[in-house]
């Protein structure tokens, strides 16, 4: 093969400037608009002559493939550091490839809303294409030996995940999902499967971790406006079993779901409806064959919180059945126990609500994680200023055996005498006397559950 004569520094210049010229013409106006003063065809003429000058220097297929052929370096102990450095690399290129695009766009006067976006910024970065979803499909990494793997990828029912087997076992959950592009990551932590979510937002998390109720219990723990969490312990699980699997699985699609990630509301807004619905459905249809599991505690765990923050996603039959499953799985636990009380006392079950706040109350004082500080404001927020939707009566009904929990026996009069003046001013209570008497009633039975006495039907009218 016959040497190739280095060609000139003025016909490479030449071809650059015609590359570029010829682009301009075609149609990229952009190359005229003006960067600290300079064209920016004049960058893009720099650009085109350093890659026609030293594109070949740049390809390194020919070193790892000389690399490869060596045996004597051991590639078993050099493979991971070769892997972070190529996925390095493929990382910068795409992050250039998404800049480019997004200078393009910007100076042609097109909107890039990703570009500013404040939520797109994490770890001193800015993304500005914050992983699209393709075809609506969530792309999630198993950094998992290849037995889970292949159980977990032949799990039936689950069509919106598109799963990743992964070999980079020296980089974190993070890392994967920043370099690979992912969703999220199944992974083990100690002797725990885990799925850890791709950190979108600079928000923090709420829940720490779904598998594990948040301490202390606060009335906003008990009614959380959001739901994400940083990740879920799916347990030590070799998902043998198909129900569990089929549950674990919902778990991650939800987790990416209600993850704090602006790019999923922006993108498909309500998405998280349907996922939350698939496991409300699989729950009731799994409860002989995985109710003791992790998984399916978990599970029951987050979607009892999601019926009481978005009640509209389900209808009051679906709701009622997919809360009193949740309750009895989760018997012990008593914010469970208010989430039950509050979707009953909506629905019109007095009398049920009325034993769910009474096991609530016995369950508080029992395991004694009630928050130190009063959560009385928030009882006085809601009705102030809350509004006039069904689960406002059920978050402040379930709310009073929370702060009648934390306060002494000598003390509950004094309780009840504050809501009921609080409650007669409230606008969202005129006209419903009924529910005034309802909030009344819940704290007179918890005062006769304190003194062992019977309750009276009528003591609170």
Same mark, same amino acid.
């Given at each position: 093969?016959?040497? =190739?004569?280095?060609?000139?520094?003025?016909?490479?210049?030449?071809?650059?400037?015609?590359?570029?010229?010829?682009?301009?013409?075609?149609?990229?106006?952009?190359?005229? /608009? @003006?960067?600290?003063?300079?064209?920016?065809?004049?960058?893009?003429?720099?650009?085109?002559?350093?890659?026609?000058?030293?594109?070949?220097?740049?390809?390194?297929?020919?070193?790892?493939?000389?690399?490869?052929?060596?045996?004597?370096?051991?590639?078993?102990?050099? !493979?991971?550091?070769?892997?972070?450095?190529?996925?390095?690399?493929?990382?910068?290129?795409?992050?250039?490839?998404?800049? *480019?695009?997004?200078?393009?766009?910007?100076?042609?006067?097109?909107?890039?809303?990703?570009?500013?976006?404040?939520?797109?910024?994490?770890?001193?970065?800015?993304?500005?294409?914050?992983?699209?979803?393709?075809?609506?499909?969530?792309?999630?990494?198993?950094?998992?030996?290849?037995?889970?793997?292949?159980?977990?990828?032949?799990?039936?029912?689950?069509?919106?995940?598109?799963?990743?087997?992964?070999?980079?076992?020296?980089?974190?959950?993070?890392?994967?999902?920043?370099?690979?592009?992912?969703?999220?990551?199944?992974? =083990? !932590?100690?002797? *725990?499967?885990?799925?850890?979510?791709? /950190?979108?937002?600079? !928000?923090?998390?709420?829940?720490?971790?779904?598998?594990?109720?948040?301490?202390?219990?606060?009335?906003?723990?008990?009614?959380?406006?959001?739901?994400?969490a940083a990740r879920v312990s799916l347990g030590d699980t070799a998902f043998a079993d198909a129900a569990e699997r089929e549950i674990a699985c919902l778990l991650v699609e939800a987790l990416v779901e209600l993850h704090a990630a602006p790019v999923r509301v922006h993108d498909?807004?309500?998405?998280? +409806?349907?996922?939350?619905?698939?496991?409300?459905?699989?729950?009731?249809?799994?409860?002989?064959?995985?109710? +003791?599991?992790?998984?399916?505690?978990?599970?029951?765990?987050?979607?009892?919180?999601?019926?009481?923050?978005?009640?509209?996603?389900?209808?009051?039959?679906? @709701?009622?059945?997919?809360?009193?499953?949740?309750?009895?799985?989760?018997?012990?636990?008593?914010?469970?126990?208010?989430?039950?009380?509050?979707?009953?006392?909506?629905?019109?079950?007095?009398?049920?609500?009325?034993?769910?706040?009474?096991?609530?109350?016995?369950?508080?004082?029992?395991? +004694?994680?009630?928050?130190?500080?009063?959560?009385?404001?928030?009882?006085?927020?809601?009705?102030?200023?809350?509004?006039?939707?069904?689960?406002?009566?059920?978050?402040?009904?379930?709310?009073?055996?929370?702060?009648?929990?934390?306060?002494?026996?000598?003390?509950?009069?004094?309780?009840?005498?504050?809501?009921?003046?609080?409650?007669?001013?409230?606008?969202?209570?005129?006209?419903?006397?009924?529910?005034?008497?309802?909030?009344?009633?819940?704290?007179?039975?918890?005062?006769?559950?304190?003194?062992?006495?019977?309750?009276?039907?009528?003591?609170?009218?």
């Amino acid at each position: 093969m016959q040497n =190739r004569t280095p060609a000139s520094t003025s016909s490479v210049l030449v071809a650059a400037c015609a590359i570029v010229a010829l682009t301009y013409w075609l149609g990229v106006s952009w190359l005229e /608009q @003006r960067v600290l003063g300079i064209p920016a065809g004049l960058y893009a003429i720099a650009v085109v002559y350093a890659v026609l000058r030293w594109g070949e220097s740049l390809v390194l297929d020919d070193w790892l493939d000389r690399l490869r052929a060596e045996s004597r370096f051991g590639l078993r102990r050099i !493979m991971p550091p070769i892997l972070r450095t190529t996925c390095w690399l493929r990382d910068v290129r795409d992050r250039l490839g998404r800049a *480019t695009e997004a200078f393009g766009t910007a100076w042609r006067g097109e909107s890039h809303t990703t570009i500013a976006s404040p939520e797109a910024v994490h770890y001193g970065t800015v993304e500005l294409t914050p992983l699209p979803t393709r075809h609506g499909r969530l792309r999630v990494g198993l950094d998992l030996p290849d037995h889970l793997c292949n159980r977990i990828m032949h799990t039936t029912g689950v069509k919106r995940i598109e799963w990743i087997p992964l070999r980079e076992h020296a980089l974190r959950p993070q890392e994967l999902c920043r370099i690979r592009r992912l969703d999220a990551v199944v992974h =083990r !932590m100690g002797e *725990t499967v885990c799925a850890t979510p791709a /950190q979108f937002s600079p !928000m923090e998390p709420l829940w720490t971790d779904w598998a594990r109720p948040v301490n202390p219990i606060t009335y906003a723990s008990v009614f959380p406006m959001r739901i994400d969490a940083a990740r879920v312990s799916l347990g030590d699980t070799a998902f043998a079993d198909a129900a569990e699997r089929e549950i674990a699985c919902l778990l991650v699609e939800a987790l990416v779901e209600l993850h704090a990630a602006p790019v999923r509301v922006h993108d498909a807004p309500g998405r998280e +409806d349907g996922v939350m619905q698939r496991m409300a459905s699989a729950l009731i249809a799994r409860e002989e064959d995985a109710a +003791d599991t992790p998984a399916y505690q978990t599970a029951c765990r987050v979607l009892s919180a999601y019926l009481c923050v978005h009640p509209s996603a389900f209808s009051e039959p679906e @709701r009622d059945a997919a809360i009193e499953l949740c309750a009895r799985t989760l018997r012990d636990e008593p914010e469970v126990q208010l989430r039950l009380a509050a979707v009953r006392f909506v629905h019109g079950r007095d009398d049920a609500g009325f034993g769910a706040i009474l096991r609530a109350h016995d369950l508080l004082r029992a395991q +004694d994680r009630i928050s130190g500080e009063s959560q009385l404001p928030f009882i006085h927020s809601e009705l102030s200023l809350g509004s006039d939707d069904p689960m406002t009566f059920g978050r402040v009904a379930a709310g009073l055996c929370l702060c009648a929990a934390a306060t002494s026996d000598e003390r509950l009069a004094y309780l009840r005498e504050d809501i009921l003046d609080e409650a007669r001013f409230s606008a969202w209570l005129i006209d419903r006397d009924d529910e005034r008497y309802i909030l009344a009633r819940i704290l007179r039975e918890i005062e006769y559950a304190r003194l062992g006495r019977p309750a009276s039907l009528d003591a609170a009218a």
